[in-house]
């Protein structure tokens, strides 16, 4: 167990309101990363944290947003949430001690988007 | 551009039949290469880190090698409870932030 826990787990919304996911860690690690996973695609990178209010886009960044305010928080936001962006996100973190390269990955949140 | 491709898709083996994975990359510089298994509804569960080519690492019925182009995952003797998808990542040397690329997974079946 990496320490690692996503809420909400499961969410149906409706286009154009707002949705916000949460990622918390316990074990004080400096990179968090959301992605989303869809069929017939791989893991895709959306943005990256390396360190408190540092983040950067990654692969499908467009129409998400994030805030990183303490180590231990990781949010990603989608502003106006479309169909396209129904999938399942998972959070993950890098640097467990000894395996600094490994990510370690959140058990996901399901988001339906209607 | 950095790719990573999975083969096969899907993949049925009996109970106790071999087989292996395999995971072709290109990448400007390798750093590492991973593997990970994810069960229906859950995030990916590490298995294995690889650096260099030659590496080989093991763990209960599952071995990991890598080659300069591909990675394999080795099943012996597989039980039912191997059965699920397997993930491969890479990680470019420089790439920013350790930054993974993921391939679309081989789903396996194993069946008793």
């Known amino acids: 167990d990496a320490g690692i826990t996503q809420s909400p787990r499961h969410k149906v919304t409706e286009t154009g309101t707002p949705v916000t996911l949460r990622c918390h860690q316990t074990e004080n690690h400096r990179y968090m990363y959301w992605y989303r996973q869809d069929p017939g695609h791989g893991l895709r990178l959306i943005h990256y944290?390396?360190?408190?209010?540092?983040?950067d886009k990654g692969e499908v960044s467009d129409g998400y947003s994030v805030s990183r305010s303490k180590t231990e928080d990781f949010l990603l936001t989608l502003e106006s949430a479309t169909s396209s962006q129904t999938s399942v996100y998972f959070c993950?973190?890098?640097?467990?001690?000894?395996?600094?390269?490994?990510?370690?990955f959140g058990p996901g949140t399901r988001l339906t988007v209607l | 551009e950095d790719q990573v491709t999975q083969s096969p898709e899907a993949l049925r083996l009996q109970e106790g039949e071999s087989s292996s994975l395999n995971c072709s990359y290109t990448?400007?510089?390798?750093?590492?290469l991973f593997w990970y298994r994810q069960d229906p509804g859950k995030g990916p569960e590490f298995l294995f880190t690889l650096y260099s080519a030659g590496e080989e690492k093991e763990k209960e019925r599952l071995k990991a090698t890598l080659t300069k182009k591909e990675s394999f995952l080795h099943i012996t003797a597989p039980k039912p409870e191997d059965s699920a998808t397997y993930l491969c990542a890479v990680q470019a040397r420089g790439g920013s932030q350790g930054n993974l690329i993921f391939g679309k997974g081989t789903k396996l079946s194993v069946k008793p």
């Open positions: 944290s390396y360190g408190v209010k540092d983040t």
């Open positions: 993950a973190i890098k640097g467990l001690a000894g395996v600094t390269d490994t990510q370690y």
């Open positions: 990448v400007s510089g390798l750093r590492g």
